[in-house]
């Protein structure tokens, strides 16, 4: 079993709907991240939390410590949305991430 | 805000012969720097740490005698794939925490390597 699974591995919207994408992971952390891939493979870092909840413009994270779930949450989606997004944590110990298996998001017009 | 940039972003190179990848932290010093590595389909997976002044700490199965790492400045970190082949053709990225021994991570924009 993974150490930080995510689910759903793929998923397929239309433009303007609200996602949901989710993350539980098994071992101690100190921060989650969510991280965002194009195609092109470059890597962006949306959030970075180690509790609680975060905004930025479209997209909401949360993070519930207790249960080691985290969700990622895109209001209004839109095609350039389109890209795998990655949740990330970061070993309580060694500040080394460990990584989910990404959810393929496509978001149709 | 701080970068981290890779060069080169694609390579293609011949079975057998050696390519360096360069992680650089653009306006931030890095004492420690991360490699993954990323094959099709897949998530990206920890190489190894590299460690300004000291030798880099490799994670279970990788070959520090394939993958060398030098990281000889407090912005540089180097990767040397040794004696390429085929199966070492992927995805690398490196990334660098914001602060030293931080949990917040830059990440480099990759490097794309196809061994012939």
């Known amino acids: 079993k993974n150490e930080v699974e995510q689910s759903p591995q793929n998923l397929t919207a239309q433009e303007g709907e609200f996602i949901t994408i989710n993350c539980s992971y098994s071992v101690g952390i100190s921060a989650l991240h969510w991280l965002q891939q194009h195609p092109g493979g470059g890597i962006v870092s949306l959030f970075m939390?180690?509790?609680g909840k975060k905004k930025h413009g479209r997209l909401i994270a949360t993070i519930n410590i207790q249960e080691k779930h985290s969700s990622l949450h895109i209001t209004a989606s839109h095609p350039r949305d389109s890209a795998v997004y990655i949740c990330?944590?970061?070993?309580?110990?060694?500040?080394?991430?460990?990584f989910g298996t990404g959810t393929l998001l496509a978001v149709q017009p | 805000g701080a970068v981290v940039s890779q060069h080169p972003s694609w390579v293609i190179c011949k079975s057998g012969t050696s390519v360096k990848i360069e992680c650089r932290s653009l306006?931030?010093?890095?004492?420690?720097m991360f490699w993954y590595r990323q094959f099709p389909k897949q998530s990206l997976m920890l190489m190894a740490t590299s460690n300004e002044g000291s030798k880099a700490t490799y994670e279970q199965g990788v070959e520090k005698d394939k993958f060398l790492i030098n990281h000889a400045s407090l912005t540089l970190s180097t990767l040397t794939v040794t004696s390429a082949h085929p199966e070492d053709s992927s995805f690398y990225i490196c990334s660098a925490p914001r602060t030293s021994g931080g949990p917040a991570q830059f990440f480099g924009p990759g490097t794309r390597l196809t061994v012939l």
């Open positions: 306006d931030f010093q890095a004492t420690t």
């Open positions: 990330a944590v970061v070993g309580g110990a060694t500040n080394k991430l460990i």
């Open positions: 939390l180690s509790s």
